[in-house]
């Protein structure tokens, strides 16, 4: 555990590669070094079928028979597994922003998850995907918690209208989206980027770095340098709405969906999180509503979504932990 600890830091995360491609093959040395983390949480953690096939995880959050899970899965009729018991479930509140779903199972005495609510991970931690029974994967944080209204098949740039050509010295505007917000700020092709937020853009890469933890709805304040010479500011709310209905941004998300499907299937619900952190572990989309545990195997979130090849999403612990209570409200 201290070397995986040592490679956090050091920022190796080769190790979490999968041995054969596959999205839900950890690998078995990981598996042992990580089995005394993820042992305290097999009997809070739970496996739910609709017609004896797996369609979500859950979490036991009342020792009498309440449990968590991903509520857009949960169609029809399904059943809960703790250890070697079925039980028929109910769903007896939910809370749609943020797909969750309170369940109602006829057993008592069970072991309540604990969440740790002060846990603030960091880009670049190691986590875990413990299972009932198994590890589901392991990953690294990719992005500390955003409102993720977000979609994963649209860039940055998407969401700004614009396409830009980066050299070493200069980021250019190329192209204007004559539907997206720059073109309604004004922004105009040939123009050249020379601050984001008032930091000074001196190549193509800072202008990257300037833009990384930006997202939906964001405000940005562009200023450009344009051919007469003439510096011109201005805001820009980041949206993705404009592409939502065009024809290029369908077959942007089209063609993604595709090649995020040849990993592992995307849930359904896959986005509109009022606030997740994404990580990179590989888990499937019926492995989400289950807890994420770090290194110190302390409970830091609810995997939430699949959201593409590249990311899972997970809703933060002191959060979940506040929805759970809203929940447990909502059903008296």
């Known amino acids: 555990m201290e070397r995986l600890k040592e490679m956090e830091i050091e920022g190796d995360v080769q190790i979490l590669g999968l041995e054969d491609g ?112 198994q590890v589901l994967g392991f990953g690294t944080l990719s992005h500390q918690a955003i409102p993720q209204r977000l ?46 937020n008032g930091s000074p853009i001196s190549n193509g890469a800072s202008f990257a770095m300037s833009l990384r933890n930006s997202t939906q709805g964001s405000v940005v304040t562009l200023s450009r340098l344009r051919p007469n010479g003439e510096i011109i500011h201005s805001k820009i709310r980041m949206s993705d709405d404009h592409l939502e209905s065009s024809d290029a941004g369908q077959r942007t998300r089209e063609i993604l969906r595709v090649v995020s499907e040849m990993a592992s299937p995307v849930s359904d619900r896959s986005r509109d999180f009022p606030l997740v952190f994404l990580h990179d572990t590989p888990i499937n989309a019926s492995d989400c509503g289950g807890p994420l545990i770090d290194l110190d195997g302390r409970a830091i979130g ?23 209570e809203d929940l447990i409200a909502q059903s008296r």
Do not use: C
Request: glycine residues 6%; negative net charge; without cysteine.
């Open 22 to 133: 596959s999205t839900n093959k950890p690998d078995q040395d990981l598996i042992e070094v990580v089995k005394p983390l993820t042992a305290p949480f097999s009997q809070s953690v739970v496996r739910l079928y609709s017609q004896g096939e797996p369609v979500a995880m859950g979490v036991v959050v009342d020792q009498d028979g309440l449990v968590v899970s991903k509520a857009s899965e949960l169609a029809g009729s399904f059943t809960v597994e703790i250890g070697n018991t079925q039980y028929d479930a109910d769903v007896i509140a939910t809370d749609e922003p943020n797909d969750l779903a309170l369940i109602r199972i006829a057993a008592k005495n069970l072991t309540p998850i604990q969440w740790d609510e002060t846990a603030t991970p960091s880009v670049g931690s190691f986590v875990v995907t413990p299972g009932a029974s």
């Open 151 to 196: 979609s994963p098949y649209f860039s940055i740039l998407n969401m700004l209208g614009l396409k830009v050509e980066r050299t070493k010295s200069v980021t250019q505007i190329k192209e204007v989206d004559e539907q997206g917000p720059a073109h309604q700020a004004g922004v105009e092709p040939g123009e050249i980027i020379i601050a984001v």
């Open 302 to 324: 609810l995997n939430i979504a699949r959201m593409d090849r590249a990311n899972t999403a997970a809703i933060p612990a002191r959060f979940v932990a506040k929805m759970i």
